[in-house]
């Protein structure tokens, strides 16, 4: 019931607040803000055992879940706060809402085709919401991304229902006698290369990443993580259950293919870490990285070991959670200062010292904390997914952000800008009408004078927002593992790694066994 | 029942290839309503009616959301310069192909005397009641993909969009059986969701591809960042 309830609650206020955000913004970004709080509590309350039957489905909490939903939220919360202080889009807390509600629909489903339908719906809004608050051009490149969303969600519904069918590779090598088929190996094949597609897509993974160059551009910063770190990151804990289950046991039929999706990863981590490290523009900056990161994620298609997906589950948990942190810095950014790129922001650490800190705690967080669990499930995924010496090659393209934010953060040790010198100062002012006591108990008033405290005091509350979303998400990077134990004796998430996607494949129909019956017969 | 199963899938793929080639904007949003609407009831056996409702409304939901933008006068719903004659030959073409597809799938049952059945054909009626879903869902798939990969405004495109949504469904149909109701539930979602999300951008204007990609180049300077223009 539980899983219900936070569902409920983000997608209503979600709508509510889009609806409402055209004629009062600041009114729907206030309740966007309660409402993130009150989902990230109520998502904390997730628990492994609830169950709610619809159909001859069901919704299932996990421990998957509730740390990536109420890590969402905290995150979310804070990004609506950072943009709301600085660059003042509200345009940040209805998609979010909408797209984490879907989101907990989507991992919490027994049904797979069904979560890929609810992930269509969050990140259709997730992805034009924040365009269309923005200007006329802005709004109109969100066509490209609408149209990924959606082909890429049934995309993966498509593929289910063919995998399952008599189409299938459970029902082609039935035929047998004995040996590995080979009709049923290609369309095993064939599946694994759809579904990665499917994902690749939704991720905006090298080649497939225009939409998300674009969008990045379009919307503001603070939107980025909804609309294509934590969408895609959901999208690919579903994905990954089903590819698990259903795909998994002919994983020895797969060579090319799980090469081939190899490549993509490591195309995607390598060529998005250059372009990150090639751009000037700060949003492009923190596209790339965003996109290269997600490379990581693809890894484990090319596994389909079931002992990748609590490493896949802690990754894309600190992965949303890092994204989100670059988002905030980027947006305290350009409120601080008004502009996006490194030719004009030089000097900004040194006008900015929060903003640095937070910066290099999140870059800390991603190129890979001592000991910090996200590291060590990336490491995870590469060790099973890669051989040696590929696998050294994908670990030192995870050092990728340290040279990228190191360049960024040089160009902000540098003599600042006349932008940055003119930049308003980042220490709090504490003037008179701060400072003076407010002279009633009225909550009115108080809520006044602490509205008129914060308006005067923004630019110092943004970066301490900022640097605060930054220790949230080095925190995650670092906790977001756990316990040993895995087989390979590898760190395992303490977010439990098998999402309800996974728990249903076993308890369901069970195509990975069905799956073994016919694949093996040798 | 055979019959019925026919007869609303005809009525999806033609009201497909009203949505895709009317020019006069009525009839090409009553086509995705029918297109919508029919889609369900091309499953054997029938989804509940809670589901069957469910998914009837939304479709009509989806067609009033994208109504006042084409009430509006703004370019969309142009049809297609290929024409109904050619869209509904096509259409059928990709049916048929459907249908032949899934007489292959069909596994025959053996004979009592342990010999193998023959093949049946693709009118079998245990061909049909997969077949007909499978074959409607391909012949809407195929209309579909020229407003979803050559879309030239925003209004076509969430026509494309609505209709590839609506094949998936069809297709899923035939080759994993009805859906249950949670997806039919997340199926309306999105339906929803893409024609608002199509009705949103549609108030800013209809071209989208490359002309419009200029358009956004040429206006994002270095100082026009994110959150700008709100």
């Known amino acids: 019931m539980s899983v219900a309830v936070a569902a409920a609650v983000s997608l209503g206020l979600g709508v509510l607040v889009s609806l409402v955000r055209p004629r009062f913004a600041r009114v729907a ?33 996990s421990e998957t879940l509730r740390s990536f939903a109420a890590t969402w939220a905290a995150c979310a919360a804070l ?95 039935s035929g047998a006698a004995d040996g590995v088929d080979p009709a049923a190996a290609s369309t095993l094949g064939l599946g694994l290369i759809a579904i990665v597609a499917a994902v690749a897509l939704r991720m905006g993974a090298i080649p497939t990443h225009v939409w998300a160059a674009r969008l990045v551009e379009a919307i503001p910063a603070a939107a980025v993580p909804a609309a294509l770190a934590w969408g895609g990151a959901a999208f690919a804990i579903v994905a990954a259950g089903w590819a698990i289950a259903a795909l998994g046991p002919g994983v020895a039929l797969l060579g090319v293919e799980r090469g081939l999706v190899a490549i993509v990863a490591g195309g995607t981590i390598v060529l998005g870490a250059t372009a990150a490290l090639l751009h000037d523009d700060i949003d492009h900056v923190i596209g790339y990285t965003i996109v290269a990161a997600g490379g990581f994620g693809l890894l484990a298609f090319a596994t389909l070991d079931p002992s990748a997906a609590p490493l896949l589950a802690a990754w894309l948990v600190a992965y949303g959670a890092l994204a989100s942190g670059f988002a905030g810095w980027a947006t305290a950014v350009r409120g601080r200062f008004g502009v996006r790129t490194l030719a004009e922001l030089h000097g900004w650490a040194r006008r900015s010292p929060l903003l640095a800190t937070a910066l ?29 010496p590929y696998d050294a090659v994908a670990l030192l393209g995870a050092l990728g952000p340290a040279l990228v934010f190191g360049r960024v953060l040089r160009a902000g040790l540098e003599r600042p800008s006349d932008v940055v010198a003119r930049a308003p100062s980042e220490r709090p002012r504490l003037d008179s009408q701060t400072r003076r006591p407010t002279s009633t108990r009225s909550p009115v008033a108080l809520a006044r004078a602490v509205a008129t405290a914060a308006k005067g005091e923004r630019t110092f509350i943004a970066a301490s927002l900022a640097l605060a979303l930054a220790v949230l998400a080095s925190a995650v990077s670092l906790t977001s593992t756990a316990a040993p134990g895995s087989k390979d004796g590898s760190p395992v998430p303490s977010a439990s790694p098998a999402a309800s996607t996974f728990e249903q494949s076993e308890r369901g129909q069970s195509p990975g066994a069905s799956a073994q019956r016919s694949m093996s017969r040798s | 029942m055979i019959g ?52 009837i409304v939304g479709a009509a939901l989806a067609a009033y959301l ?52 023959p093949q049946p054909g693709p009118l079998d009626p245990v061909v049909l009641r997969s077949g007909i879903p499978t074959a409607a869902g ?89 959150g700008s223009g709100a």
């Open chain 1, 79 to 173: 990004l609506v706060a950072i943009d709301a202080l600085s660059v003042g889009s509200l345009a940040v807390a209805g998609p979010a809402l909408i797209g984490l509600g879907a989101a907990i629909l989507a991992i919490a489903s027994t049904d797979a085709s069904a979560a890929f339908a609810f992930l269509a719906a969050g990140g259709v809004v997730a992805v034009v919401a924040p365009a269309v608050a923005g200007a006329r051009t802005r709004a109109l490149v969100a066509w490209r991304a609408l149209r990924t969303v959606v082909v890429a969600s049934f995309l993966g519904l498509g593929v289910i229902a063919w995998e399952s069918s008599p189409a299938g590779p459970f029902a082609v090598g």
């Open chain 2, 138 to 226: 391909l012949a809407v798939l195929a209309l579909a993909s020229l407003p979803v990969l050559l879309p030239h405004d925003t209004i076509r495109l969430g026509v494309g969009l609505l209709l590839l949504i609506d094949g998936v469904m069809l297709l899923r149909a035939g080759l994993g059986g009805r859906p249950e109701a949670l997806e039919q539930l997340a199926v309306v979602a999105s339906l929803l969701a893409v024609a608002a999300g199509v009705a949103a951008l549609a108030r800013f204007g209809a071209h989208v591809g490359p002309l419009r990609d200029a358009g956004f180049g040429a206006g994002a300077g270095p100082g026009a960042g994110p």
């Open chain 2, 66 to 117: 994208l109504w006042p933008a084409v009430r509006a006068g703004r370019p969309g719903l142009g049809g297609s310069g290929l024409g109904w004659p050619a869209l509904a030959l096509a259409a059928v073409t990709v049916a048929v192909i459907g249908l032949a597809v899934a007489a292959e799938l069909v596994v025959p049952v053996p004979l009592d005397t342990g010999d193998p059945a």
């Open chain 1, 29 to 61: 970004t206030g309740v966007g803000l309660v409402g993130l709080i009150a989902v990230a509590w109520l998502a904390s309350e997730i628990r492994a055992t609830d169950v709610l039957p619809f159909g001859s489905a069901a919704l299932v909490g």
């Open chain 2, 4 to 55: 019925g199963l026919a007869l609303a899938a005809f009525i999806a793929v033609a009201g497909a290839v009203a949505a895709v080639a009317a020019r006069e904007p009525r009839i090409g949003l009553t086509g995705l309503v029918l297109a919508l609407a029919a889609a369900p009831l091309v499953a054997e056996p029938l989804p509940g009616l809670n589901a069957l409702a469910l998914r």
């Open chain 1, 360 to 388: 290099v705690l999140v870059t800390a967080g991603l190129v890979g904390l001592p000991a910090g669990g996200a590291a060590a499930a990336r490491g995870g995924l590469v060790g099973l997914a890669l051989d040696p």
